[in-house]
């Protein structure tokens, strides 16, 4: 029954590692300053419109995400824990038209240097469904290459 348990909470959290080729400090940076945020935020063909951001623990932050087709999806969260530059923590529901919020997850990207490299571990939980979670896990991960593809050219122009 636990390793069951076990499985079935596996099932509800989503986590992606990246090895990004760019210095920690840097990575941490594009994180934690909306004028970078803008420029990587949200998965393939997304544009981010708004990103409001009180970058410190307990600070709230309030961006959106644009489709191709124009579509805004607004998320919201709070701060919980930052440590510069190895870990961020902060709370991600949806908000809807109306302001009511979705479930609510929480979000840790947690970053080591390896040299001039920046090991990305990102972890997300807990997701109401399988589906909820593989839903999230295909934009994360086309973020993260969007992320990749911003910051490593800024890395090199150092």
């Known amino acids: 029954m636990v390793a069951a348990l076990a499985a079935k909470d596996k099932d509800r959290e989503l986590t992606i590692e990246r090895i990004v080729d760019a210095p920690v400090g840097l990575?941490?940076?594009v994180w934690s300053q909306p004028e970078h945020i803008v420029r990587w935020w949200g998965p393939k063909?997304?544009?981010c419109?708004?990103?409001?951001?009180?970058f410190r623990e307990g600070g709230a932050y309030r961006s959106s995400i644009?489709?191709?087709?124009?579509?805004?999806a607004w998320m919201v969260g709070h701060y919980n824990e930052i440590v510069e530059p190895?870990?961020?923590?902060?709370?991600f529901a949806w908000?809807?038209?109306?302001?009511?919020r979705g479930p609510q997850t929480l979000v840790s990207v947690t970053l080591n240097a390896q040299g001039e490299q920046t090991k990305l571990v990102f972890h997300q939980a807990p997701f109401d469904s399988v589906e909820d979670r593989d839903s999230h896990q295909n934009g994360w991960t086309e973020c993260m290459e969007r992320l990749e593809a911003y910051v490593e050219p800024l890395g090199h122009a150092h």
């Open 86 to 91: 190895e870990r961020i923590v902060f709370t």
């Open 27 to 29: 990575v941490f940076k």
């Open 45 to 47: 063909d997304f544009t």
């Open 66 to 72: 644009r489709s191709p087709d124009g579509e805004d």
């Open 95 to 100: 908000e809807d038209a109306d302001g009511m």
């Open 49 to 54: 419109p708004s990103c409001e951001m009180d």
